[in-house]
T-cell receptor, first 114, second 115 residues
């Protein structure tokens, strides 16, 4: 079975600074990887996904993530954050063979201050 | 707007009671997933239905049950409620059923408060 680790529960950052949110996964087979964002009092929205092909994936709102198979990581990055990026970010994994559900990490709260 | 709707938005009830949460998937999606989100447990997968059939169970208590109807909407029934059942309950839908999950679309959630 797969698992996801988000090492940072909170990441404080100043506006216009770069940010990286870390995600590591564990699986015995090939995987699909996802980043979701949850704004206060809202549901989860897909930011980006890796299914196959290029390991650098670009998503909405200027976010991107890089799949690193050797390090089993899928870190999320943004070169310059805005106050409106303040939200909780969830990394998720699904195995791409047989039946699989989405397994989520515990989430990382990104706190952007002026 | 993901296209997934959930009702009610908020629900306040007492311990020992039973409630029903409702979810309508995106048009064309056959799969419905239920999740529970709480501060201590994070986002936990509860159950998955595909075209009316149960496909997988996660960390779902025996006091909880779900079903998916012919029109593809789904209901999550929570009974003998305890204080610890207070949480956000999300429904998600997708096109796929096997071979991995390509993408799930989440509803806005139902916030359940058990007093």
């Amino acid at each position: 079975a797969q698992s996801v680790t988000q090492l940072d529960s909170q990441v404080p950052v100043f506006e216009e600074a770069p940010v990286e949110l870390r995600c590591n996964y564990s699986s015995s087979v090939s995987v699909y990887l996802f980043w979701y964002v949850q704004y206060p009092n809202q549901g989860l929205q897909l930011l980006l996904k890796y299914l196959s092909g290029s390991t650098l994936v670009k998503g909405i709102n200027g976010f991107e993530a890089e799949f690193n198979k050797s390090q089993t990581s899928f870190h999320l990055r943004k070169p310059s954050v805005h106050i409106s990026d303040t939200a909780e970010y969830f990394c998720a994994v699904s195995e791409n063979s047989g039946y699989s559900t989405l397994t989520f990490g515990k989430g990382t709260m990104l706190l952007v201050s002026p | 707007d993901s296209g997934v709707t959930q009702t009610p938005k908020h629900l306040i009830t007492a311990t020992g009671q039973r409630v029903t949460l409702r979810c309508s998937p995106r048009s064309g999606d056959l799969s419905v997933y239920w999740y529970q989100q709480s501060l201590d447990q994070g986002l936990q997968f509860l159950i998955h239905y595909y075209n009316g059939e149960e496909r997988a169970k996660g960390n779902i208590l025996e006091r909880f049950s779900a079903q998916q109807f012919p029109d593809l909407h789904s209901e999550l029934n929570l009974s003998s409620l305890e204080l610890g059942d207070s949480a956000l309950y999300f429904c998600a839908s997708s096109l796929t059923t096997s071979g991995g999950v390509l993408e799930q679309f989440f509803g806005p959630g139902t916030r359940l408060t058990v007093l």
